[in-house]
């Protein structure tokens, strides 16, 4: 089957850095989302890796590697708005994407 | 730019009721998706289109249809309600259904049935 792993909840301070892992067993492979979902909001687009390697975008970077199935979402300068869910997402062969269920990121002052 | 909208905001509905799920986008997107989240676990693809006149299965359809008669509606309905159907239903929209589309997101819809 499919799956993707995911912390369920991590704690990290304001001003500090933060790495959520995700780690994808899936049929074929077309690419890895990462979203933000605050608390009783939509998801909303972070990032997308296709290739090995990150992938930086301000305070955020995400880091893929195809052979070891791995990504994780990078968040620094860390901020009391970041508290959020951190989805990771991986479209399959048949481009459907699979989602992980999610890591519940509480920043604390 | 409104991008997508989605109706109700929430709903208790009785088991065994019909409910129909609206969902709008205004960016011309040609892909669209019904998902349900459900805690502790990840969005499950319910119905997808890939362009309007097409409709695809996703993970998890039993008990749920859809069409897809132009470019921007998409709605889901439930033909008679259960209990596990209680879910907060997401819909969204891609350019397109390829590699590096992102998906756009509506407010959601939380659904409660009794």
């Known amino acids: 089957g499919q799956n993707i792993d995911q912390p369920t909840e991590m704690t990290a301070t304001e001003g500090a850095i933060v790495q959520i892992n995700c780690t994808y067993q899936t049929s074929g492979f077309n690419g890895l989302f990462w979203y933000q979902q605050h608390a009783g909001e939509a998801p909303t687009f972070l990032s997308y890796n296709v290739l090995d390697g990150l992938e930086e975008k301000g305070r955020f970077s995400s880091f893929l590697s195809r052979s070891k199935g791995y990504s994780y979402l990078l968040l620094k300068e860390l901020q009391m708005k970041d508290s959020a869910s951190y989805l990771c997402a991986v479209r399959d062969s048949n481009y459907q994407l699979i989602w992980g269920a999610g890591t519940k990121l509480i920043i604390k002052p | 730019t409104a991008g997508i909208t989605q109706a109700p905001t929430s709903q208790i509905l009785a088991a065994g009721r019909s409910m129909t799920l609206r969902c709008t986008q205004d960016m011309r997107h040609n892909a669209m998706y019904w998902y349900r989240q459900d805690l502790g676990l990840g969005l499950r693809l319910i119905h997808y289109s890939n362009t309007a006149g097409t409709t695809g299965k996703g993970e998890v359809p039993d008990g749920y249809s859809v069409s897809r008669a132009n470019t921007d509606d998409f709605p889901l309905t439930l033909a008679s309600a259960v209990p596990s159907q209680t879910s907060v239903y997401f819909c969204?929209?891609?350019?397109?259904?390829?590699?590096?589309?992102?998906?756009?997101f509506g407010p959601g819809t939380r659904l409660l049935v009794l």
């Open positions: 969204a929209s891609s350019e397109s259904s390829g590699d590096q589309e992102t998906q756009y």
